[in-house]
């Protein structure tokens, strides 16, 4: 595991973005594994500068979202579907067919959590950003979440709900459920890279670093992982010895 710690979140992003388009210039058919929530708005705000300065190219660029709320409309201002596009897609170049979002939508999402999983089977993560929920969430891997957990319809918990439903205008419409991708996707990942921000953070990040890999905080997971960056403000990595 290799930990970088940023000065502040603005640093964080920054090398988190540097990284990224060193990776993308190294291979810019990459597939990208994007995450959602506030962690990431800084390095989406990164790249979006390097590609109008013409830094980097997202022509052939596939991605795959971790996660999104079930069931939300896409058109839903809180449903990532809807975050991502305002937040990235809709400022750079991607090709909106090489962009996969679970389907928050779905009358089948046993179908659709299949469906896409396959699909990241047949076109493997290259480079896994990721963030981390003060309970050791992963994604919506909440939990109680196996290692070898696979894509599917999880219960969100009462922390997750707590403090997601601060983005909802009322917090009560936070949807109770959701689709996400398993700590096994996650894991088979290439390279994954995790950023941590702010003082609330501190805590899980000192889980991952000292702890053993359990469920109870499935974050920890991933420190078995051959390829695993930190990349911390001070902030979260206040807790470390
Ligand atoms: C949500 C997402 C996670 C994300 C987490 C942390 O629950 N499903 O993928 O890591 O929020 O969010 P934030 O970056 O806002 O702290």
């Known amino acids: 595991m290799k930990i970088i710690i940023a000065k502040d979140y603005k640093n964080l992003s920054k090398v988190a973005s540097e990284i990224l388009i060193k990776e993308i210039k190294k291979n810019p058919k990459l597939t990208l594994g994007l995450p959602t929530g506030s962690t990431p708005l800084g390095l989406y705000k ?11 190219n997202f022509s052939k660029i596939r991605s795959f979202n971790l996660d999104e709320y079930y069931p939300i409309k896409k058109s839903d201002k809180n449903s990532y579907h809807y975050y991502m596009f305002k937040n990235f897609f809709n400022h750079v170049n991607i090709k909106k067919e090489n962009i996969n979002v679970l389907n928050g939508e779905t009358k ?3 179908k659709e959590c299949l469906n896409y999983r396959k699909k990241i089977e047949e076109n493997p993560i290259d480079v896994q950003i990721l963030g981390v929920g003060m309970n050791g969430h992963v994604a919506f891997d909440e939990p109680g979440s196996k290692f070898n957990s696979k894509t599917r319809l999880v219960k969100l918990s009462s922390e997750t709900l707590k403090s997601n ?3 909802f205008k009322n917090p009560k419409d936070i949807p109770k459920k959701a689709l996400t991708v398993g700590i096994k996707t996650i894991f088979s990942t290439k390279k994954i ?14 889980h991952l670093i000292e ?7 499935p974050v920890t997971f991933l420190k078995k992982h051959k390829n695993l960056t930190l990349i911390l403000d001070k902030e979260a990595a206040s807790l470390l010895s």
Do not use: H, T, V
């Open 165 to 167: 439903s601060r983005f």
């Open 211 to 217: 702890d053993k890999p359990k469920s109870q905080f």
């Open 193 to 206: 890279i995790l950023l941590a921000s702010g003082k609330n953070k501190a805590l899980a990040i000192k």
């Open 46 to 56: 990164e790249l979006i500068k390097a590609y109008k300065k013409k830094k980097i």
């Open 108 to 110: 089948n999402p046993k």
